[in-house]
């Protein structure tokens, strides 16, 4: 998919939602002044509108609907508005569109760089819809050797902490010949080098769900050896103020003034994320953890001595 057919998508569904409800003769007016009408069109081409509307929703889980009895206009469907996904993407296109818009405050905006990997997204998207295998070449940073090759099964993608990750099942090992492994792996794009889109075909799970998959982790370190217990915490004023803002995780309950409970498996990213509150937190149980991060504080405190 062309980045030019990803500029068209990010218009549309920005200009619709920007006006809340908006007719096809507005959507071309506004079309021939937009800096994507490389063609410069004298009006959005009707075809081209339908399959870029049909398009978005398979994508992206956006849908735009049309509602005849007060006009024909267009809008975005919002039955689904809690989707953590969905709601990215509109802020994405928003941002987009306005600074392509507004190309004298690109210096003004400042964002969190992605060291590497994006480049791919089009490739492991086009891979994800049409449920076709990828080439892939990876290489861990954690290790020695050379890159390990292998074909991969992409089911979606997750962006954390500045960097893209796939999540799929590698279902050949092409350089070692190992037997791959039954249960879905996560790979960070800025590790991969140049996936190649193959012709060969993956039959997708039915009943794989992205969000659900992903419900009972903070991040990238994900799988069955990791179960979800509830994890209680006390927090110094301020700093609940920020956590109550903005939660750590959706299963997030302020159960006590400042006392914060979570459902969620205890990752390392997660665990890394509660260490960044420093003495403002203190773990309130399980108790496994507790002695965890008490150890912890022990050593780091004999590193100051």
């Not at 012709?199 to 659900?212: E, L």
């Not at 994900?222 to 103020?241: D, H, M, N, T, W």
Request: proline share 5%.
């Amino acid at each position: 998919m062309s980045v030019l057919q990803y500029n068209k998508y990010i218009w549309l569904v920005d200009t619709i939602r920007s006006a809340g409800k908006i007719t096809k003769e507005d959507i071309d007016r506004k079309w021939v002044s937009s800096s994507y009408n490389e063609n410069h069109e004298s009006r959005f081409p009707e075809r081209t509108f339908f399959r870029c509307k049909n398009d978005i929703l398979s994508l992206f889980d956006i849908e735009i609907k049309c509602d005849r009895a007060n006009g024909s206009v267009y809008y975005i469907e919002d039955s689904d508005s809690n989707s953590q996904t969905k709601q990215w993407l509109l802020s994405q296109f928003a941002m987009s569109q306005s600074l392509d818009a507004s190309r004298e405050l690109r210096d003004c905006i400042l964002y969190e760089p992605i060291p590497a990997g994006t480049e791919y997204l089009t490739t492991i998207v086009d891979a994800i819809r049409d449920s076709r295998m990828l080439h892939v070449t990876h290489l861990r940073f954690d290790s020695t050797e050379a890159p390990h090759i292998f074909f991969f099964a992409p089911l979606c993608l997750k962006v954390f902490k500045q960097r893209w990750y796939m999540l799929g099942y590698v279902e050949e090992l092409v350089d070692t010949g190992k037997p791959a492994s039954k249960e879905p792996k996560m790979y960070a794009l800025d590790r991969v080098h140049h996936p190649e889109l193959l012709d060969r075909h993956f039959k997708r799970p039915k009943n794989f769900d992205a969000q659900a998959y992903f419900a009972n982790f903070y991040g990238v370190f994900c799988g069955p050896q990791y179960k979800p217990e509830f994890i209680r915490a006390r927090v110094q004023p301020l700093s609940a103020k920020y956590m109550r803002s903005l939660p750590l995780h959706h299963s997030q309950e302020e159960v006590e003034p400042c006392v914060f409970e979570w459902y969620i498996a205890p990752t390392l990213d997660f665990i890394q994320q509660l260490r960044t509150y420093g003495s403002e937190l203190e773990i309130l149980a399980p108790q496994s953890l507790r002695e965890k991060f008490a150890d912890e504080a022990k050593a780091l405190s004999k590193l100051y001595v």
